[in-house]
């Protein structure tokens, strides 16, 4: 019979661990960031905005959760250059890099100007390229380390009017898997998780009323949104010890719309 040791569940504690999560001052990332908060790893969330980034530190403090936070545009590659300094002299290590920043654009492909198209490009998948790049070095110091990049569906389901948008998920997803075989050596694991339909702010205008929000996911074998916190727990699995074996996959939670034919 295996040995089980003394209790499984601390596998998928965190402690100890430096977790840094980009475009976390709301949303999907701030839900993973609090959920890996609350499994012990000290956290890092990261936005464009001080004074929400100080607010956020404040309300986590209030539930007896200590994050930091990290005020910069991770999608420019000045900033990430400077980041990982700070990284360095503050903490030393980087441990869990969660690759959250994105943007959406919806639109025909021949609406498209050039400055969008690189927009686009740029910070939905150029720039998590390159912050995965140097956080790695990081992480070989140490051999070990978790690189987690959220997805889409729309990453491998494509919709008229949302044409550059899939061209960058499905990037993403590759750059899953060129991670996970080029460091795995090094004890770092790459994985990636490609959310459905989740209500969070930015998808405000997709609910505008309850009819609207329906039909978006009348495909969705569970007829609903999903809640971000829903995510959150695939997150912290993928970032800890319980999840030593697993590289180079992308998880999807969508409810099953992708598994509806």
């Not at 912050?131 to 140490?142: G, H, P, R, W, Y």
Request: some cysteine; glycine content about 8%.
């Amino acid at each position: 019979m295996p040995e089980i040791r003394s209790s499984f569940l601390n596998n998928f504690k965190l402690n100890n661990k430096i977790a840094l999560i980009t475009g976390s001052s709301s949303g999907l990332g701030l839900v993973m960031a609090m959920a890996m908060a609350r499994s012990g790893a000290e956290v890092i969330i990261n936005g464009r905005n001080e004074a929400t980034l100080i607010a956020l530190r404040r309300e986590a403090a209030k539930q007896g959760l200590e994050i930091n936070y990290l005020c910069a545009d991770l999608s420019d590659f000045n900033a990430i250059d400077k980041a990982i300094r700070e990284i360095k002299s503050n903490y030393g290590k980087c441990d869990i890099l969660i690759n959250n920043i994105g943007t959406r654009i919806r639109k025909s492909l021949q609406d498209f100007n050039q400055d969008e198209i690189l927009t686009l490009v740029q910070q939905n998948l150029t720039a998590a390229i390159y912050l995965s790049q140097q956080i790695a070095e990081l992480m070989i110091e140490q051999q070990w380390g978790r690189i987690i990049t959220i997805s889409s569906i729309a990453g491998r389901l494509a919709r008229a009017g949302d044409s550059v948008y899939p061209v960058t998920k499905m990037g993403l997803e590759g750059l899953v898997r060129s991670l996970a075989v080029q460091y795995a050596a090094f004890g770092i694991t790459s994985n990636g998780i490609a959310p459905g339909f989740f209500a969070t702010q930015r998808n405000l205008s997709m609910m505008r009323t309850e009819e609207e929000k329906a039909s978006h996911v009348l495909r969705v074998p569970m007829k609903r949104w999903g809640e971000p916190e829903e995510l959150a727990g695939a997150a912290v699995f993928f970032a800890s010890e319980a999840a030593s074996y697993i590289n180079g996959q992308i998880l999807t939670i969508d409810g099953g719309f992708t598994a509806s034919f």
